[in-house]
């Protein structure tokens, strides 16, 4: 098993950033490949990012457009969520999620199928 605890969250203005960051536990945190997700309320679930479990390669959600950037930290088990430019409609809950298996490639690594461990979400909203 593999815990997730994020934190980072808050309430800014837009323009300004974030850091967010999600702390792993229970497993070897480096054989994960490590992703980002959102939910605005009364809308789905939205892919944000993800990086390889070898960090060698990031994907990002199409409206993410420059303004993020996801990053590991194998030494202190943590994912982080760096987030400039922040807009109204980045508002939402962010969920850490975690590859279901250890040491593979994603096949859809913006589908949510490819995670099988999540956290419980901090919230993040942006004041206009």
């Known amino acids: 098993q593999v815990q997730l605890v994020e934190s980072g969250g808050g309430l800014v203005q837009a323009g300004d950033s974030l850091r967010l960051s999600c702390a792993a536990s229970?497993?070897?945190?480096?054989?994960?490949?490590m992703g980002w997700f959102r939910q605005a309320p009364g809308k789905e679930r939205e892919f944000v990012a993800t990086i390889t479990w070898t960090g060698a390669t990031t994907y990002y959600g199409d409206f993410v457009k420059g303004r993020f950037t996801i990053s590991r930290d194998n030494a202190k088990n943590t994912v982080y969520l760096q987030m400039n430019s922040l807009k109204p409609q980045d508002t939402a809950a962010y969920y850490c999620?975690?590859?279901?298996?250890?040491?593979?490639?994603?096949?859809?690594?913006?589908?949510?199928?490819?995670?099988?461990?999540w956290g419980q979400g901090t919230q993040v909203t942006v004041s206009s």
């Open positions: 999620a975690a590859q279901k298996y250890e040491r593979t490639f994603y096949t859809y690594p913006e589908s949510a199928r490819e995670y099988g461990y």
């Open positions: 229970g497993r070897t945190f480096s054989n994960y490949g």
